[in-house]
């Protein structure tokens, strides 16, 4: 499915709604940052108004990481606010006001407060993360929050791919690579794509 195919038929869900907002998840290295925003500029070529809310911005300080014993886990299901993405979204959805949300600087790996304002025109809100499908506790508090849903599944073979790559493109040599993403992002991954909830389309070659 392409990108003007997903933004034609979101646009044409969102005809008659308010706030609408679409989940785009997926496992670690499955494209989702690159989709949302190209989609986001799609929709907002076609002459709507639409903005990211990406999750990663919920993700635990690494002190508080340190402190649960979940530092070496960190991308995994419990390191994040799920509580404070909750509340976040709920916000979003009540479209009473200007929003302002968090966003991960992956160059310092933590999380800056207030980075990213959803204001009051912006009708489409693309929220974007790995375990936004996720059908375990507390993930599947978002069970209905979203309009439309997007899964993104290239596959383990290319996700490995992909994971190994990006901790080389971070420095890491090759044992030090592998030790990261066999040891926490593709197990997540695995995690992901083996217990999520429905989405309502499945893209396979992104």
């Known amino acids: 499915m392409s990108v003007k195919s997903l933004a034609d038929e979101i646009l044409k869900r969102a005809v008659n709604s308010g ?5 785009i998840a ?3 290295g499955a494209g989702k940052s690159t989709l949302s925003e190209t989609l986001a500029e799609a929709i907002t070529q076609a002459g709507e108004k639409a903005a990211v809310l990406p999750m990663d911005g919920f993700h635990m300080d690494n002190a508080v990481l340190e402190e649960k014993g979940l530092l070496a886990r960190k991308g995994a299901p419990e390191t994040f606010d799920v509580r404070s993405f909750l509340a976040t979204l709920a916000a979003v959805r009540a479209d009473d006001g200007e929003v302002l949300v968090p966003v991960f600087d992956r160059s310092r790996e933590l999380a800056i407060a207030s980075a990213r304002i959803i204001a009051p025109e912006t009708r489409i809100v693309l929220a974007e993360g790995n375990y936004l499908l996720l059908d375990e506790a507390p993930w599947n508090g978002l069970d209905g929050a979203f309009d439309y849903s997007i899964f993104i599944d290239p596959g383990l073979e290319v996700l490995e791919r992909r994971l190994l790559q990006r901790w080389y ?3 890491y040599d090759e044992d ?3 030790s990261k993403a066999y040891g926490n992002d593709i197990p997540n991954a695995r995690r992901v794509v ?3 909830r429905p989405a309502d389309v499945v893209i396979r070659d992104f």
């Open 19 to 23: 706030r609408f907002i679409v989940a």
């Open 26 to 28: 997926g496992p670690p």
């Open 169 to 171: 493109d971070h420095g």
């Open 176 to 178: 030090a690579a592998r």
């Open 194 to 196: 083996d217990s999520r």
